[in-house]
């Protein structure tokens, strides 16, 4: 008896195992939440966050499956940097976005420097779809089958493709990629198209509905929400984007948040972060068909940000000594508070009844 006071104390002394994102995520009805990582980013502290399920479900190589990577020189094709975070997404039982089959940027010099005929042109894009998607056909729980086509005003951005084929490139890589890999949804993949404007607007008129006109396969949209401390699209503006978006019968998923800080980092700065990060996930939680949120890396040091966008950093949710980032907890309150209020179909019990 006399033991029974200290040891009900001691437990009670025992801080609850915090839940983590992947797992909170979940639990709110959504498919996983993830980050994209890198070849050689693969050790130590950095991969036993990454490999911890309940953190992370979902794995994006960051380069590794890219054009440059893949095909080289035009026919030589090349998976090994791609399989790294494929095989690792695969050993963890963790969901693989496939990133991405065409794109105007990290293309294979090859691609800008032939002179192509629509015919000749047509065989490459088909052939590098194809034996890219069959590759990993299987592994990819969706592909970004297209990368960044659009211009900030919502016109055709014009890289090769678009200046040999027309916009009719875009059915070509839809089309080799559904027949490639029947599994895995199809995505567009973009950036600032996470408000109302001219450049959402073209994504579904331009990408969406003219696939859709001609029976062409497309299964999402990738909001990347590469956002700015401060200045971030209001969480009002993110729904009714993700929103327009599934309107049109597809899956939405951010695909590559960051938000990143003008330095230092105060704390101010750093609630604001929190508060934007919030806002980002909070509009995935209130869109059914918001399948899921993938960060653009989870470690400060691994951010891209730094190298493009001088005087801005701290984008993620870990600093560079592994202690999380305010906004680590703003995320996770975002997720927790629209636990059970938004789901796949499935009844749960909801505070809001
Ligand atoms: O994270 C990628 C970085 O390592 C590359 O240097 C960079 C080159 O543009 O691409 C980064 O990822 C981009 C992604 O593929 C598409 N959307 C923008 C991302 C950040 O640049």
Redesign the pocket.
Known sequence: MRFQLPLIAAIAAVPLASAQLNELAKKAGKLYFGT?T?NMELNGTYLKILDDTKEFGQLTP??GMKWFAVEPEQGVFNYSDGSVVANLATKNKQKLRC?NLVWH??LAPWVDATTWTKKTLTAALINHVTHEARHWAGQCYAWDVL??ALNDDGTYRNDTFLSVLGPDYIKIAFRAAAAADPHAKLYYND?NIESPGNKSTSVRENIVKFLQDDGIRIDGVGL?S?FVTGSSPTIDQQIATMQSYADMNLDVAIT?LDVRNLLPSTATVLAQQSKDYANAVGACMQVDRCVGITV?DFYDPYS?VPG?FTGYGDADLWFSNFTKHPAYYGVVGALKNSTGKHHHGRAELSWEA
């Open positions: 994209a890198d960051a380069n990133h940027s990290q990368n960044e950036y990347q590469h590559e653009w891209w493009v």
